[in-house]
């Protein structure tokens, strides 16, 4: 799977990729919480006392956000940010498709990454295969798919 003509995806395509993701989550989200959620914005007002998370709450800004990027890396092989900037996010063995276990484990894995002042997503722009601590706890990679080397059989599967 992965040879001397292999792209990894470097640090400024995933951040690029990043920002397109969470421009897409905020405008889902925004009107999600303004309509279902308005005890949830009223906490968010300046000078209100913060309070316990509802149980709204923590659908919105936490499971939501967790199932919906788990459920793209799986089926799609990333992101929407990643897809619309050619990158997909796979297995760093076997260049397989993450599995569901990988993907969550990579998700939260983001914490370590972001620990230090987020060393661990600047690594991506000194390492090798240009992963992060949370690509390399999970095991994964996130290569640049180069539509002239996909074969014909990948081709008639995407179409089906």
Aim: hydrophobic content about 50%; aromatic content about 12%.
């Amino acid at each position: 799977m992965f040879d001397a003509h292999t792209r990894y995806a470097g640090f400024w395509r995933r951040l690029a990729a990043t920002l397109i993701d969470t421009l897409l989550l905020l405008a889902v989200s925004i009107p999600v919480m303004m309509i279902f959620g308005r005890g949830m914005m009223q906490s968010m007002q300046p000078g209100a006392l913060p309070t316990m998370p509802d149980l709204k709450g923590l659908l919105l800004n936490y499971v939501l956000p967790l199932a919906l990027t788990v459920f793209f890396w799986v089926k799609f092989l990333g992101t929407p940010g990643k897809l619309l900037l050619g990158c997909r996010v796979v297995d760093a063995t076997t260049g397989a498709p993450l599995r569901t276990g990988q993907a969550v484990l990579r998700y939260f894995a983001y914490i370590v990454s972001t620990l230090p002042f987020c060393l661990g997503f600047l690594w991506i722009a000194w390492d090798k295969r240009k992963q992060g601590f949370h690509d390399k706890l999970a095991k994964s990679v996130v290569v640049i798919e180069d539509a002239t080397q996909t074969s014909l059989e990948d081709l008639e599967r995407e179409l089906r």
